[in-house]
């Protein structure tokens, strides 16, 4: 790994140089960002992906959707389709992402579009949608021809961005300077219980700007969810032996959460954002069905439960124990109020 990276630090200086050009472009006003006369709210990361930014997404829309009409945007990445996109309950994860698919199933209540172009994609639901009062922009850090009012930027804990290399020899998609952008980061996926010595060891690694604000959050798992009508409520005490199967990022913190509920865990690994495919799902029910125990389960995330939806897929795993878990954060040292006052000021004064 050490030799592989050595090899790719060269081409992590060439990106990292065009990076830093079009930042200083966008920063001296040679590239222009659009500021809207509503509030807008950036959720994203340096990295390219696994820093948690669907349940954090999720976790403002819940704070804000009941004071206020929101929408959101995000440019549905890995869909099968371009251009502007308003999600609805009947759109496929094929068309929208499954990100966006998650969104627009869970809370009704709100507007969620995808256009890989943000600024059009803002102005679009705005026109649909005139009383919407924020939009929420996910996964848009990097996409700087909108200028937000709020930005969040996400790093996952076991993977700070200042110990992190620029792509391809890193993660990360620019230079660690660009999280000066940022009025609050959030360290993301700590152990739910997390010391304040190892919130200082995380302080003197993030040197942060006067400006800005920080945070601690970590998961929460809420109870099994049936992928199917029908399936029996899901008590892990009853249950040996676990297949989860899953096309995240950062699979690990469920891996560790599910062990400890279960006596044997059999992951199945796909890369971040997999489209299943009629062979996936063969496969995944193949090693369920290996499995020497009647007390077994599928498990998958919620996310990839988007996917798996789809008619043409969830016909081959019908009948079958196939359960999602899904996620919220929670924030240490009691800040949640301190950070919900953050968004709530903004908003309410914007």
Known sequence: MFLLRLLLLPFSV???????????????????????????????????????????????????????EIGVISRGYRRETKGFIEATNSSSAVEIGDEPKQYINKFSDIHV???????????????????VKAVLLDDAYQHRYVKPGLSILLTDYHSLYPKDY?????????????????????VTKTDPVFSPLEKRAVLEQIKLKPNQQIFFSFITYGLPVPLFKGLP?????????????????????????????????????????????EKDVLSIKTKYEEQFTRKK??????????????PSLSSVLKGMPVYYIPIEVAFHFGERE????????????S
Request: a positive charge; aromatic letters at 10%; hydrophobic letters at 40%.
């Open 14 to 68: 060439i990106y990292g140089l065009v990076i830093r050009m079009r930042n200083f472009f966008f920063d001296s006003g040679i590239f222009k960002s659009k500021q809207f006369d509503f509030p807008v709210i950036v959720v994203g990361n340096l990295s390219a992906g696994g820093t948690g930014k669907t349940p954090h997404v999720e976790y403002l829309i819940r704070l804000l959707r009941r004071k206020i």
């Open 166 to 186: 620029l792509l391809p020899a890193g993660r990360l998609r620019e230079p660690v300077s660009g999280a000066d952008r940022a009025d609050v980061v959030i």
């Open 338 to 349: 301190k950070f919900d006052r953050i968004v709530l000021d903004y908003v309410t004064k």
């Open 113 to 131: 579009a995808v256009d890989e172009n943000r600024c059009h994609g803002i102005q679009q639901l705005k026109s649909l949608y005139p009383t």
């Open 233 to 277: 409520v899901l008590r892990f005490s009853q249950i040996n032996t676990v297949v989860l199967f899953s096309g995240i990022a950062n699979p690990y913190p469920l891996e560790q959460y599910l062990k400890k509920l279960c006596s044997e865990l059999i992951p199945i690994h796909f890369a971040d954002h997999h489209q299943f495919t």
């Open 297 to 310: 389960v599928l498990l998958t995330t919620e996310k990839d439960a988007m996917r798996l939806i789809d």
